[in-house]
């Protein structure tokens, strides 16, 4: 049985119709007349903006009821390409998606995001030619292009805000950059911001309160609320690294020395007090390596970063009620001894009612979902009812 979502005169463009059909359901001229309610002329009049754009395609296996099988229309996953980019301190993924985001080639390589923006950018462009070029895609069906970045980002101009740990890009104009090469939408947002879109969209859907937690050499959280994903109004929402976090008796440093989030329980601190202590750690993975080699201290200290990740966790839940946490990161991997510090502590501080059916876990979507997640941003953009309503009036 159809569910008629209705679209009213106003909102009846081809975007709207768009919109309505990217379930990747495919549906008859009648049933699409049935579900949105628009005269037989409009939705005919849509269907053929969509055609001649590509987003739409027929599909003839409808079930006949005598002579020809009725024509189908199915959104086109495959009417042009996107490119994600993960850019970290130490490492760069970049992604070929089709519109569906199936993953159609990868690179990934070494960097220093230190170099500055010029060297890094370069090689996400050499790398968006060679993907390009490998997977035998015409440059033209390039739609967008979609970049995280380990530091804040102005998302209404794409260019990082006084980022710590990027010398030489604050206030960058990395659209503009790339677009000097291919002249598309780009979009940039901060890496946990795509990272939490990455892990939502394949792992949590049903959880429309999301919050990822990235903790690796600084921690960040993506939050989710409604299905949408919340930057704030600058966006800057979600940089909880620098949240200052009361000392308590099982801390990892002494009463005076006062510290934020990212100074005692990201990797590189955890790592800092395992050397200090006599067990020698120079980065997070180091200190995985440790914890899977059962290094009592190192196991300790993890859990010991959960509970003050906990702590700051503990109100966020309390203030917002998500479903569902995902840690990720490259100290997640240290498993459940950090995932247990922050359960201690988030079941034991926020209020019960939004603990009640709170689901901690490790993030899951592996290597790939921030780059994912940055071709997710841009089919948020290129696939909007506006934007595809622009499209159409260009055909005119």
């Known amino acids: 049985m159809l569910t008629q979502v209705g679209i009213s005169p106003s909102q009846s463009g081809a975007g709207d119709l768009l919109h309505t059909m990217h379930d990747g359901i495919a549906r008859t001229k009648a049933e699409i007349i049935s579900l949105t309610g628009l005269a037989r002329s409009t939705v005919t009049a849509r269907i053929e903006q969509l055609l001649e754009l590509g987003l739409l395609r027929e599909h003839t296996t409808g079930v006949s009821t005598g002579g020809r099988p009725p024509?189908?229309?199915?959104?086109?996953?495959?009417?042009?390409?996107?490119?994600?980019?993960?850019?970290?301190?130490?490492?760069?993924?970049?992604?070929?998606?089709?519109?569906?985001?199936?993953?159609?080639?990868?690179?990934?390589?070494?960097?220093?995001?230190?170099?500055?923006?010029?060297?890094?950018?370069?090689?996400?462009?050499?790398?968006?030619?060679?993907?390009?070029?490998?997977?035998?895609?015409?440059?033209?069906?390039?739609?967008?292009?979609?970049?995280?970045?380990?530091?804040?980002?102005?998302?209404?101009?794409?260019?990082?805000?006084?980022?710590?740990?990027?010398?030489?890009?604050?206030?960058?104009?990395?659209?503009?950059?790339?677009?000097?090469?291919?002249?598309?939408?780009?979009?940039v947002d901060n890496d946990v911001n795509i990272l939490a879109l990455g892990e939502h969209a394949t792992e949590w859907t049903h959880a429309s309160d999301f919050i990822y937690v990235k903790v690796a050499t600084g921690i960040g959280a993506g939050i989710i609320v409604g299905g949408q994903l919340q930057r704030g109004a600058q966006g800057s929402a979600g940089d909880i690294g620098h949240v200052p976090v009361p000392y308590s008796a099982d801390s990892l440093r002494e009463p005076t020395d006062e510290r934020d989030l990212e100074g005692i329980a990201s990797g590189t601190a955890i790592a800092e007090h395992l050397t200090r202590n006599g067990v020698p750690a120079r980065n997070s993975k180091d200190v995985v390596e440790l914890v899977r080699a059962n290094s009592p201290e190192a196991i300790a200290a993890t859990r010991q970063a959960g509970r003050e990740l906990g702590e700051t966790l503990s109100w966020i839940v309390s203030l917002l009620n998500p479903s569902v946490i995902a840690i990720g990161g490259s100290i997640s991997h240290a498993g459940e001894h950090l995932l247990a510090g922050v359960r201690e502590v988030v079941y034991k501080r926020s209020t019960p009612l939004a603990t009640q059916r709170l689901t901690i876990v490790q993030a899951n979507t592996g290597e790939l979902a921030g780059a994912v997640g940055a071709t997710i941003l841009v089919t948020q953009r290129i696939l909007s009812p506006e934007y595809v309503d622009s499209l159409v009036a260009q055909l005119s």
């Open 71 to 187: 024509v189908q229309y199915l959104f086109n996953e495959q009417a042009g390409v996107i490119i994600g980019v993960e850019l970290g301190a130490t490492h760069g993924i970049v992604a070929l998606t089709n519109l569906a985001h199936t993953t159609l080639g990868t690179e990934r390589t070494a960097i220093n995001i230190a170099d500055g923006p010029e060297t890094v950018l370069d090689w996400v462009l050499a790398s968006i030619a060679s993907l390009l070029g490998a997977s035998g895609v015409d440059p033209a069906s390039l739609m967008g292009i979609g970049i995280g970045v380990p530091g804040p980002v102005e998302f209404s101009s794409g260019r990082p805000f006084s980022p710590p740990i990027m010398p030489g890009w604050d206030r960058f104009d990395i659209p503009t950059y790339l677009q000097r090469t291919f002249d598309v939408p780009v979009l």
